[in-house]
């Protein structure tokens, strides 16, 4: 099976798992105060929920949607915006892969693999619009 299905089957699992959401931001919080601080004002379950399309949108443009959704995310955590600099998504793949390990009852180290690489080739693109 291809990256982008492995990980479309794992993120299914994932869902379905109560607190898949709660236990990646209390992973990716707790993986630096430069990410805590960015959330001090953040309305937390309104966030998880936006969550949920957000890694979603990164899925489908693996399986070949266009970057569209991709390109308006970088718009909002671009420097003028959010400003969310370049080296805070790597807490932000390692708290998303630690929480898959935790929850996805068919992880392996393929499935983690498949995870880093779908992840990059979309964060690169919100990364580029920084
Ligand atoms: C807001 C997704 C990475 C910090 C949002 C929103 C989404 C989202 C969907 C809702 C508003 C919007 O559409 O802009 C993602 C995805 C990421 C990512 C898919 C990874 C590729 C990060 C990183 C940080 C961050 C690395 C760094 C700390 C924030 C903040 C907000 C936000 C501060 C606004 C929260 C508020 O309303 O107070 N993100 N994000 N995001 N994101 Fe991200």
């Known amino acids: 099976m291809k990256a ?3 990980v479309m089957q ?3 699992r994932c869902c379905a798992s109560a607190s898949f959401f709660d ?5 990716f919080l707790q993986s630096s105060p430069e990410v ?3 959330f001090t ?3 937390m379950p309104a966030q998880k929920l936006l969550l949920r399309q957000g890694i979603l949108n990164l899925v489908l443009f693996s399986r070949g949607l266009p970057p569209t959704k991709l390109q308006a995310l970088a718009k909002s955590h671009s420097r003028e915006n959010l400003n ?5 998504y790597t ?3 390692d708290a998303l892969v630690r929480t898959v390990e935790l929850h996805d009852r ?14 990059a080739k979309g964060i690169e693109v919100i990364q580029a619009g920084y």
């Open 106 to 119: 068919q992880a392996t180290p393929e499935v983690s693999y498949a995870w880093r690489d779908v992840l």
């Open 10 to 12: 794992s993120y299914g």
């Open 4 to 6: 982008p299905d492995i």
């Open 23 to 27: 236990d990646f931001y209390q992973q």
């Open 41 to 43: 004002n953040t309305d």
């Open 91 to 93: 807490y932000w793949v």
């Open 36 to 38: 805590r601080a960015k």
């Open 84 to 88: 969310i600099q370049p080296h805070l």
